[in-house]
């Protein structure tokens, strides 16, 4: 198993930055695939960006390229996304995923955080 906690959710006026972090445990965290999914108030949840076990290649979904940047920590377990130039339309519920294959499709995934909330205020 993998527990996935995410942390570093908030509210930010447009055109901020805030940096959201997911910690992972279990014994094989450190060799999944990794990423970012969200969900927006009444809209499916959506893929945002995911990263391979060695943090090598990413892949973004075009509403956070150039503005996002996903990264990941080896030593800890953990995975980051930075994201600035924050937009009104990118508030929503971030949950981190984790899985021996990654995807921009949710149903690929084994493991989920609990989410963590990101408010653009205009």
């Known amino acids: 198993q993998v527990q996935l906690v995410e942390s570093g959710g908030g509210l930010v006026q447009a055109g901020g930055s805030l940096r959201l972090s997911c910690a992972a445990s279990g014994r094989t965290g450190s060799s999944l695939v990794m990423g970012w999914f969200r969900r927006a108030p009444g809209k499916e949840r959506e893929f945002v960006a995911l990263i391979s076990p060695s943090g090598y290649n990413t892949y973004y979904a075009d509403s956070a390229k150039g503005r996002f940047t996903i990264s990941r920590d080896l030593a800890k377990i953990a995975m980051y996304l930075q994201m600035s130039r924050l937009k009104p339309e990118d508030t929503a519920i971030y949950y981190c995923?984790?899985?021996?294959?990654?995807?921009?499709?949710?149903?690929?995934?084994?493991?989920w955080g609990q989410g963590t909330q990101v408010t653009v205020s205009s």
């Open positions: 995923a984790a899985g021996p294959y990654g995807s921009s499709q949710d149903g690929t995934w084994d493991y």
